[in-house]
Each structure stands twice: as structure tokens, then as C-alpha cells.
């Protein structure tokens, strides 16, 4: 988000509108920065029947309590959020705004994430993280070094991220790993379920289930396999993600499976 709020106080905008799902992770964070930053923040949000939900949602809920307006639209409205016409009726209803895509992935949010490794991290082989819209990974490809590889694990069914990653990626180092999405996005298992419990434990690190608990997982289990080299040095980025995990419980809790606990 950093060079985003930076870039709507040049173009001196008061407004973040963006899009998000019923648990967005990114629909919480803008709705913080804004409050944080001074915006006004609206969320689009995917499926109309959260509409009356606000109260039973903890992420719908903590964006409101950050001053987050919402627009509820139907799942099927929701497919054309990049179509010029529907920008355009936003543009009719709220006024001018400064627009986020979802997820944040944009030029200005590659830009951020390149800022994520340090010095410090060039003793690492590898680079391992958790991919969503494809944004963080970008930035973590153009600022690593020559000598390490990026490994991104995506939380969604399928190999259609590599078009989208290679929109902004800079070099060749990187590499999408995609059995671990256990289902597709949002979807998890016993199996999974207790593996991060177990992982807390073990190392007192919380893991959330829809990012960064499947690159865990499969970070781990591809060392058990010997994927790696021997004495590679591997990096794992923790990309955050432990709101969602409230939400998560909630729907563990309605079919009565294993809840993740950190205690």
C-alpha cells in the first residue's frame, strides 16, 4: 500500500475504492491505511448476501469500524470489476476516487514489495512465499539476487498466475509451485488444519490457512521429498494474512472440524 497512498496524495484524492471477498485480507488492510492515512475508504465487496452479515463477518466488521463504506454486488456483477462501464457507474454513485485493484497488485505495489528483502537475506538459496493476486511475488523476483530462486506457492487452482506475474517480473529466477493449494482458495483440510496447530507448537509462529499455512506446508514437505539441494539455505516470507483466521474458525466451528488454536 505504501507508494499507492503515496501516488493518491499526488494526484490529491481522498478516496481508496477497491474490491474484495467476503475474508479479504487486502480489504482490511485498505481499510486500516485509510483510516490510518486520512482516505475515506470504500470496499466493493463479492456476494450481496453479506449485505446483512456485517455483524457475524470479524473482517467485514473490523473494515466498517476503520470508517470502510461497502457496495454489495451480486457474484456474477462482480466478474466485470475491470470493465470500464462498471468503473464508470462507481464513478456515477461515489464520486472521484483513487482505485486499488484487488489485491493491490498494480505498479506501485510492485514497487513496495521490492523493498522487502534486505541485505541480510543474500545468504539465502531460496526464496519461498505464498501467492495471491501475484504482487508481493513480482517484487520479491525483481529485488533478489542472481543467485537465488523464488518459489511461490499459490493459494488458487491453477497455472494462469505465471501470465500475470510476468506482467511486472523483471528476470527469470522464479518458479510457481502448485500442489499445495489443498482445493483452491479458501479451501482447507483436517490435514492442513492440524499441521499449523502442530507448527505453532513447535516454533510459536501462527500461520493463517488461505497463504501462508500451504507454503509452510509445502515448503516442508519438499524437503522432505529432497526437492532442495543439500545445505541450501531457505527463506520462508511470512505475508501475513492471521485476520482471515477468525473467519476461518467460524466456518470450521459450523461444520464442527478441528479449529485453529494458538495457544
Known sequence: MKYNLLQAKTENQGVLLTFGGAYSNHIAAVAYAGKEQGFKTIGIIRGDELRDKIAENPTLKFA???GMEFEFVTREA??????????????EKFGSFYLVPEGGTNEYAIKGCEEILTDEDAQFDYVCLAVGTGGTISGIINSALPHQKVLGFPALKGDFLKDEIRK?????????????????????????????NQFYKQTEVPLDPVYTGKMVFGVIDLIQKNFFPANAKILLIHTGGLQGISGMNTLLKKKNSTLIQFQ
Open 78 to 91: 462482480y466478474r466485470f470489476k475491470t470493465e470500464p462501464d462498471f468503473i464508470t457507474k462507481l464513478e
Open 64 to 66: 466498517q469500524e476503520c
Open 168 to 196: 511486472f517480473a523483471r528476470s527469470e529466477n522464479w518458479d510457481l509451485i502448485t500442489d499445495y493449494h489443498f482445493g483452491g482458495y479458501g479451501k482447507v483440510n483436517e490435514e492442513l488444519i492440524q499441521f499449523i
